[in-house]
């Protein structure tokens, strides 16, 4: 029997914040704001789709972050230990120390967003990060945004990043009008919502068919498309026959119709979970 033990995975650092106040910002987006000493212990970073990791906790079990993850899976069952959910930040100021985080909403469903709805000023979250991967291309002659309601902080963030000349085009799909949100975007960026009205949330895609219709720009486009799974390979596609290279992509899928996060994230070690087929 081989002795070699592999190596200590070291645990994230949590950082605690608080709840001031929350917001209906639309029908489906709540906006949570945070604030207390923890914002500090957050690792800012230049890309405007910053984002950290959550755990959530049970209310019933009156745990108190942060936590001892290791000392918890020996008291508790698999199910009742705090679950790990991935968000976006809409802000983060370190020197006002306040952390906004707009959460998607539909109904029960999910750990994140009905936490969200409930959530009162003098709650609690334990968080790590931020991480991030994505800033526009200052040098692209212009950018293209798609997502869904998942991606609206990051799409928000990255349009009002933008130089006030610059040029692109956004697709926003979200449920109907009542939830679009105001974005402050350059006079030659074109924000068009896409509505579901009323169709299930990620059974189908708007968005394939509306970026394949679109009149292509003149010169390099810089891309960011976020959301489903399935419609982020539609897009893959689309990119594909207009020839936009790799490096020019951020293209990821933030969740999966049909599929619990927890599987969604398994997946994505699997060919099923991955966008790009190497």
Not at 43 to 51: I, L, M, P, Q, V
Not at 99 to 115: L, Q, Y
Request: charged share 25%; hydrophobic share 40%.
């Amino acid at each position: 029997m081989s002795t070699e033990t592999r190596p200590t995975r070291r645990p994230r650092t949590q950082a605690v914040l608080t709840v001031e106040r929350t917001e209906q910002i639309a029908p489906h987006l709540v906006r949570v704001y945070f604030g207390g000493a923890g914002v500090a212990e957050l690792n800012d970073n230049a890309f405007t789709d910053k984002y950290v990791k959550i755990l959530f906790a049970d209310k019933a079990l009156a745990l108190q972050p942060p936590y001892d993850l290791e000392a918890l899976r020996e008291q508790l069952t698999p199910e009742q230990l705090p679950v790990r959910r991935t968000y976006t930040l809409r802000k983060l100021d370190a020197t006002a120390q306040e952390v906004v985080i707009d959460f998607v909403v539909h109904g029960d469903e999910g750990v994140a967003g009905p936490w969200a709805v409930a959530a009162q000023p003098g709650d609690q979250l334990a968080m790590s990060g931020a991480g991030g991967a994505y800033a526009p291309d200052p040098t692209a002659d212009w950018h293209l945004f798609a997502g869904d309601d998942t991606a609206v902080p990051a799409i928000t963030s990255a349009i009002e990043a933008l130089p006030r000349d610059a040029v692109g085009v956004a697709f926003v799909e979200v449920d109907s009008p009542a939830d679009e949100v105001a974005i402050d975007a350059p006079n030659e960026v074109v924000v068009t919502w896409l509505h579901r009205d009323g169709a299930p949330v990620g059974e189908t895609s708007l968005l394939p068919a509306a970026v394949s219709g679109l009149a292509w720009h003149t010169g390099r486009v810089h891309v960011f498309a976020h959301g489903e799974r399935e419609a982020m390979k539609a897009l893959r596609a689309v990119f594909a026959e207009r020839g936009v290279p790799r490096a020019d992509l951020s293209l990821s899928g933030y969740w999966a119709y049909g599929r619990s996060e927890d599987r969604f994230q398994a997946e994505k070690r699997e060919p099923i979970g991955q966008i790009f087929q190497d």
